[in-house]
């Protein structure tokens, strides 16, 4: 008779994995645009905005695909700034924006899966190196999304690897956890479709809380000066 293999004393099972998509889920309020309003400023926003505006339209009406909306975005806002400064900016926008906009039910979730000692992972289109910063703060280790180039210090405007996003989504999760079990996946929109149906037990759309004022708060984002506040006394 053949014994069954048994796997080696030393190796550790894969612990299972909670996946956390985050604008609109986690937080109640687009982190990705807030950024950019973040680096731009009130007036410069809106007129970079404004520049954008042929591609929007070509994305909608199908003729370029998400990924080159994500680019020129990137190119228009960021490319040529210094890494140095970047990377201040994302965790100085990091630690100001996120205890505002967080819903409070989706952090209680998420702490409860790092209670248990799941593989708790953010997986996000949004920038990677400020959705680090906030990471840090929630004490979740695994940070899966969009990648912006760097070449001799400064930022191309170019994605780094693929868009966190949709497909792409599910792809960073199998590459960075393999076969281990995705017990739990959260999300919002059709970005979140291929996660959230690998996942055991999904959760589209069940975090609610937000503020009663939260289009107060978002227009005191955007329009007012907190922002310029708070990155003169940070930088």
């Known amino acids: ?3 069954p293999e ?57 003729a370029v695909p998400r990924s080159a909306v994500k680019e020129k975005t990137l190119t228009v806002f960021l490319a040529g ?4 400064d970047y990377l201040a900016r994302c965790r100085a926008f990091a630690q100001m924006i996120y205890p505002i906009i967080a819903r409070p ?25 400020y ?3 906030w990471a840090e703060d929630l ?10 180039e760097i070449v001799n210090g400064r930022l191309t405007g170019r994605l780094l690897g693929d868009n966190c996003w949709g497909p792409g989504k599910l792809a960073a999760i199998r590459a960075a956890f393999g076969t281990a079990p995705l017990v739990a996946a959260y999300g919002d929109t059709r970005g979140d479709q291929e996660m959230l149906a690998a996942a055991q037990n ?20 955007y329009a007012g000066k907190h922002m310029e506040r708070t990155l003169t006394n940070r930088l």
Do not use: C
Not at 207 to 218: I, K, M, V
């Open 1 to 3: 008779m053949t014994e």
């Open 139 to 148: 004490h979740v280790e695994h940070v899966l999304a969009t990648e912006i």
């Open 202 to 221: 999904p959760g589209f759309r069940i975090f609610e809380e937000a503020p009663r004022d939260r289009l107060t708060q978002l227009f005191s984002l």
């Open 81 to 84: 700034m210094s890494a140095a």
């Open 6 to 62: 048994t796997a080696p004393a030393n190796q550790k099972a894969a612990r299972p994995i909670a996946a956390f998509d985050v604008d609109g889920t986690l937080t109640w309020a687009d982190s990705y645009l807030l950024f950019l309003r973040f680096v731009a400023g009130r007036f410069g926003f809106v007129l970079k905005m404004v520049q954008l505006i042929p591609i929007f339209i070509a994305y909608r009406v199908g």
């Open 131 to 133: 959705l680090a910063v």
């Open 105 to 129: 039910d989706a952090l209680v979730r998420l702490r409860a899966h790092v209670g248990v000692r799941d593989e708790v992972a953010l997986v996000s289109a949004s920038l990677r190196d």
